[in-house]
């Protein structure tokens, strides 16, 4: 490196360069146009040609990338216009995330499966679920399972025993086919709720009497 005759480092025109290549403005200037792409290096060495001519300063340089970025890229070289070609836009890969179990273990494509057919029986009627039956035989066996879980349980928490029949009148024609028609439009969670005692104390009773009589009767 050269000193003048105030002690001030002249640098050569590669060290210029070098600083140049180590500044914001270029990082600027890169991350907008990039620099790998050989038509904006091309088009670069045209406008340092013109606009600054022989022996530019770092600052000049500098001044020149700032111009161009204002610019969006837009620039007259020789007479024509020319623009910058800008870096693609990559679009961010977000990787689905993976449903785990409460151990943190990611679930296996039968508990996946297994998981989707619980959500679907708990929104949707009895009547939409059986409709999905006859043509899932997957969601056909989830269905049977759970009613011989259910049987093998009996209704749960409720106090009474609803297996045994009880000496009760049976509800009018009218009052049956009407439930029976709110049964088919109910979610199977919503049905299991109305059924037990703990979630519907004070119309358990009532409500199973009516799906026994339905049962007996064939509405459902």
């Known amino acids: 490196m050269e000193f003048d005759r105030f002690d001030n ?11 140049l290549h180590e500044s914001q403005e270029w990082s600027d200037f890169s991350a907008i146009f990039g620099t790998s792409i050989d038509a904006n290096y091309t088009l670069l060495g045209w406008v340092i040609e013109e606009k600054l001519g022989a022996d530019p300063e770092l600052a000049d340089y500098q001044r020149l990338l700032k111009a161009i970025i204002a610019a969006g890229g837009v620039v007259t070289v020789k007479g024509q216009q020319y623009e910058f070609e800008t870096v693609p836009v990559v679009d961010e890969v977000v990787e689905p995330e993976v449903p785990r179990d409460r151990n943190g273990n990611p679930l296996s494509e039968s508990q996946l499966r297994w998981s989707e057919y619980r959500q679907f029986s708990e929104s949707h009627s009895m009547q939409e679920c059986r409709n999905r039956g006859r043509i899932d035989s997957g969601f056909a066996s989830f269905m049977r399972k759970n009613l011989e879980r259910e049987a093998a349980g009996g209704v749960g928490d409720a106090v009474e025993n609803l297996n045994q029949r009880q000496q009760v009148s049976a509800p009018p024609a009218e009052e049956l086919v009407a439930f029976a028609a709110e049964y088919h439009k109910t979610s199977t969670e919503k049905l299991r709720q109305l059924k037990r005692a703990d979630s519907n104390p004070f119309g358990y009773q009532d409500w199973n009497r009516k799906f026994e009589a339905c049962i007996a009767a064939g509405l459902i």
């Open 9 to 19: 480092p002249i640098y050569s025109a590669e060290e210029i360069v070098q600083q």
